[in-house]
């Protein structure tokens, strides 16, 4: 998939950041649609094959329940799963340009692998139908045409449930590690192909992260899309109910329990540049509505009241958007360095065409920049607003991308000053500046 990103156009700062936008909107879309059709799939093909092996005719029919509501038609399809699954492969191409990382090939077959998926699983949904057609001509069990043809649907149907199942998790798991690639710039570099994928520790957090909210969603799901949603009534009978509630509580609980944990870890695992008090407010909100949701499914399960199930659906979906915001954030962090160095080369690009055609501007120095911007709160020896220049400049060792993404994009660092307002410069303005610190400050370490 390299020639999506070789594709890719440079792009400035502010381009940077629409399209980390647009990967929180389409992820807003898709994870929570990926992950309920991954719960879905699991329980039908488990409660399909449970009915066949006891001959109880029950199970089949929540399990084609499941998938119908899971599947439920093809524009939901298209607007869940297919639109945003392809376009996060062109934002992961488009925001990782001219790095190493893999992620755009990891999402690109995450693509493959969710189109297979979602036609074999269109093929056991409609098998189930042409099963119940057949189950009407039941009388005629001498004719052996519809024996034959009866038998051939079973092996279809479940054959496609069972492969649809696979190349799901597969799509899953391609995905959580794009996702995942794409947070950690070390493993930008470290992950270069898919063994290392599977060796990464940081790729099966996310993925079982995935899972468990998989199981949370698709129980809160079901149950809400069973009992509480107007528009979808299945004829489900007393001792169904009872089997749809055991499943979905066990689904709920084992979430609830496992999944604030695993996000504490996930934050706690992040590496300090990409931490910031945004991601700590995010954690604590999505702990805040899973508690929300738990509060009221467990009030719906104690006393059977159906409002509760959708007050207990709103707040898991809040709390998988905060989930997926937060996501983005680190994200955001994440790639500071790398945002402002495309932006550079972005600026660099329209500059040299300026240039060819006649138009350019005048850039200002770093000395011109220095004394219009900066001098008010730095000097190089002294303390003012801002920290002296001798003490900072020779931290970052001469990276002069971390010292441009600061100036870019400052954050808090040190406790004893205020934080520096953002001075609103270009690109091509912070790397003239920072040039002009960095040169000045090895002529004054020269001069000793
Ligand atoms: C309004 C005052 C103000 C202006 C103007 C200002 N800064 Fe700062 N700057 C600060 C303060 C305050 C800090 C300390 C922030 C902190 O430690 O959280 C700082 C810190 C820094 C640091 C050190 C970061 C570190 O890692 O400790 C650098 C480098 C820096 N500024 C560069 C610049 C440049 C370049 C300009 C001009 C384009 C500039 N600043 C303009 C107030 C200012």
Redesign the pocket.
Known sequence: MDFLKDAALPQSLEHFHLIVLIAVINSLMFVPFLTFLLGSSVLSNLFDRKGRRENNPSYNKIAKEVIDVALYNKSALTFLGIIPGISLVFVYAQMLQSTDAISVGLAGFGFLSLVIALVLLYTYKYTFRVQGLLDVVEDNKANSDVNDYRRTNTSVHVRSGKWGLFFLFVAAFLYASAMSVTTNPSSWTDIGSIFDVLISADVWLKFLIFLIFSLGITGVGILYFFFAYQGHKPDTDEQLKELVHKITRRFIVISMLVLPTLVLLNVFTLSIDVLSGTIYLLTGLTLLFLFLAAHFLYGYFKQGELKAVGYGFFFFLCAAASLIINDHVMIGNATKEHAALLGLKYEKTTEELKLKLGVAMVVMTGED??NA??S???VFDQKK???P?NE??P??KGDKAK?IA??LN????????????N?G?KPAE?DS??SY?LSKIAGNTQQK
Not at 410 to 421: G, L, T
């Open positions: 920049i220095y911007k900066c008010a709160c730095h607003v801002g920290p220049y900072t400049i931290k970052y010292i600061f100036v400052p954050s808090k660092i040190n406790p004893a000053y205020p934080p520096m307002p001075q410069l912070a500046i920072v610190l």
